[in-house]
């Protein structure tokens, strides 16, 4: 079982930075992808932003160029740093890892509790 616990959310006027954070703990084989997804009110949530065990990143078209994610594999954390934020960034930002618990076993998806970031205009 892999927990997430998430932190970073808040208020924050257009055009500012933000950073989230998200930290696993728990049991795993591997982790084989960490990302963010948002869920705007009234809206499916999508994904944001995920990165690879082996480094490759990959970005919703309305982010890219102002989101960046990163991991930290000694953590077992990943980052979202935000920048050039939007009105319509204002989203639940949900931590997603994808991870096996054995070798044989498919990836599991695993989800953080969310955390709101809000931008104001």
């Known amino acids: 079982q892999v927990q997430l616990v998430e932190s970073g959310g808040g208020l924050v006027q257009a055009g500012g930075s933000r950073r989230l954070s998200c930290a696993a703990s728990g049991t795993w084989y591997k982790i084989d992808v960490m990302g963010w997804y948002q869920q705007a009110p009234g809206k499916q949530r999508e994904l944001v932003a995920d990165i690879t065990d082996a480094g490759t990143t990959n970005y919703a078209d309305s982010v890219k160029g102002r989101f960046t994610v990163s991991r930290d594999k000694d953590k077992n954390a990943v980052y979202l740093q935000m920048n050039s934020l939007k009105p319509e960034d204002t989203a639940v930002y949900y931590c997603?890892?994808?991870?096996?618990?054995?070798?044989?076993?498919?990836?599991?998806?695993?989800w953080g509790q969310g955390t709101q970031v809000t931008v104001s205009s």
């Open positions: 997603n890892v994808q991870a096996k618990s054995r070798s044989i076993f498919p990836s599991r998806n695993y």
